[in-house]
Structure formats: C-alpha cells, structure tokens
C-alpha cells in the first residue's frame, strides 16, 4: 500500500534539536572560571575539541574557544598557566534551547559569527551544538526532503505502483 501523501509541514520538518543532541555524546565539557586557560586547553586537547562551557557551580558564566586563547593569551603574549579563563573567556553567551529549531540556530550562528551553541534547559547546560552538528543535519534533512519529494512524484505519476 502506498504511503499516504505528507502535508509541506510534516515534509520539510527539521528534526528536533533534542534528536540531535541524543546524537551526541552525552558530555558537556566544562572549566570553571578560576581555572588556568592552561587547564582548560589540556580538556581540550584530551577529548580533540575546541570548546569549552565555563561553569561557576551549574550556572553558565561564558565560554572559552581555541579562538578566545590564540587571540587573548598568545596574541598578547600571555601564559595560559598564569591566565584564569575568567580573564579570557567570552562571557556573554548566546544560547538556545531544545524548542529552538535548526534554521534558527543557523542564523544565530551566522549573525553572531561563532561555531558552537550552548544549549540550556531550566538554566543548566544539557549540550553544545556546532556547526558541524548543524550542517551535518541540514544535509541530512535536504536529503530526506529530495527522496520523500521523489517518492510523491513516483506515486503521483504512476499511482498504480506502490512506494519503495
């Protein structure tokens, strides 16, 4: 039997971020405020990433980036020993949540200019999306709309063959 035609909404749905955080490792990899810059690059380097959510307790207080240290701490010739991430970190965050959609966490990034997005629920950290994550998404979802746009035209073209 053939598949029932899909409204244009139910077609070119963006999976939920939650479904794409559940994609993801579950860690949230943090440093505290107090941390050397340091301390937070060798997180970094152990989990071959490039970006950290600092954390005071719970609470989101900023953001520290292989960007923020190449330009804050190498640049002014610095030590990332002697620097606290407090000094360097980015601390006015922009963030979403799992009822913002994937396009809208798109232009956030592009407005803003950044490639990771905290996302917080009830003021505490559940995740960072990047852009990869992003990107990666949209891709899949071009893909699923093309293939479920082709089916329709298959099935109205020739209604007498059922959907593969």
Do not use: W
């Not at 053939?2 to 949230?28: D, I, S």
């Not at 965050?93 to 009830?122: I, W």
Request: with cysteine.
């Amino acid at each position: 039997m053939a598949n029932p035609m899909k409204t244009p909404e139910e077609l070119l749905a963006y999976r939920p971020l939650k479904e794409l955080l559940a994609a993801k490792p579950k860690a949230v990899h943090a440093t505290k405020p107090a941390d050397s810059v340091f301390s937070a690059l060798q997180i970094m380097a152990t989990h071959g990433i490039g970006f950290l959510v600092v954390l005071d307790g719970t609470r989101l207080v900023g953001v520290l980036s292989e960007r923020d240290y190449a330009r804050k701490v190498i640049l002014q010739n610095r030590s990332s020993k002697d620097t606290a991430v407090s000094e360097v970190m980015t601390p006015n965050v922009v963030t979403v949540t799992a009822d913002h959609t994937l396009p809208q966490c798109m232009a956030l990034m592009n407005t803003h200019g950044f490639r990771h997005l905290p996302v917080v629920e009830k003021d505490i950290v559940i995740g960072v999306l990047s852009i990869r994550d992003l990107l990666k998404a949209t891709i899949e979802h071009h893909e699923r709309v093309i293939r479920e746009l082709e089916t329709e035209r298959m099935t109205i073209l020739n209604p007498n063959v059922s959907s593969y």
